[in-house]
């Protein structure tokens, strides 16, 4: 158990809850410890009733179907795979930065379904995830889907959306389409988009501080995210870790200029 524990302590905290929470929300009404319709986003019960827990579990609401469902585990899948890139490259070390702009990612996602009365958001937020992870990947990366088949990762956002218009039809894929354009507007107002330079809420987009002392991120002075996130290839625990789109021309992704250091016993 320990051994076990110890390996879920590796995974970065923001990819560490999103997939946590998918497992313990889907399997709480796939077990029936939950009704369906009391974890489900519904403004009537939020408020005023303050049932505020729908605001998060309406986020990670799988299947109500099975757990070894494809669609469930893809889903899983693609939250770990897509969240983990992006919190240990782009947010290396800023974990707490990734936070706060999935929060508002959140409520951007709430206010774009609003009019498609959308009572779940796991698709619009997965397809936000996705599109910014191909957005940041280096051009010409792969990726494969489910390990079934590999396309380009500039790709990987449609496909999901095609996925989701055959298996849930116009509503869900319009739902996905809302949540890739968040993700869109998050690469393009932070990262700068295709212009290799700040976007304009790049000052905006850090962490309050209070989020970063509890988090225990302590190199805001670092640099804001359109710094280029890692900039540089980092060996780490034996993963290596590729820089981002256009870390070749941003530099550390700290903002430091790192001397060659020096040999021990030196």
């Not at 494969?144 to 218009?165: E, Q, R």
Request: hydrophobic residues 50%.
């Amino acid at each position: 158990m320990d051994q076990i524990i110890a390996e879920i302590k590796k995974i970065p905290p923001v990819t560490r809850f999103i997939c946590g929470s998918s497992l313990l929300v889907t399997l709480s009404v796939i077990l029936k410890a939950v009704s369906f319709y009391s974890i489900v986003f519904k403004w009537d019960f939020i408020y005023p009733k303050f049932q505020l827990w729908r605001l998060w579990t309406s986020f990670f609401v799988g299947v109500r179907l099975s757990f070894l469902s494809y669609v469930f585990m893809q889903l899983i899948y693609s939250f770990s795979r897509t969240s983990n890139d992006i919190e240990s490259k782009a947010y290396f070390l800023r974990s707490a930065d990734l936070t706060w702009q999935l929060f508002w990612a959140c409520v951007a996602i709430i206010a774009a379904t609003w009019p498609m009365n959308a009572y779940i958001f796991t698709r619009p937020f997965l397809l936000c995830i996705v599109y910014l992870y191909s957005a940041l990947a280096p051009p010409g990366t792969m990726t494969s889907i489910m390990g079934l088949v590999t396309v380009p990762v500039i790709y990987y956002p449609y496909i999901l959306i095609a996925f989701d218009l055959l298996m849930g039809g116009p509503h869900t894929a319009a739902l996905s389409v809302a949540g890739a354009v968040v993700g869109h507007v998050w690469w393009w107002t932070v990262w700068g988009g295709e212009l290799a330079s700040q976007g304009v809420l790049h000052n905006r987009a850090r962490a309050p501080q209070w989020l970063c002392n509890y988090m225990g991120q302590t190199n805001q002075a670092g640099g804001p995210p359109s710094a280029g996130g890692t900039a540089q290839a980092l060996a780490r625990g034996g993963i290596h870790v590729t820089a981002p789109r256009r870390a070749a021309e941003a530099g550390d992704p700290t903002g430091h200029t790192w001397g060659s250091g020096r040999r021990l016993g030196n």
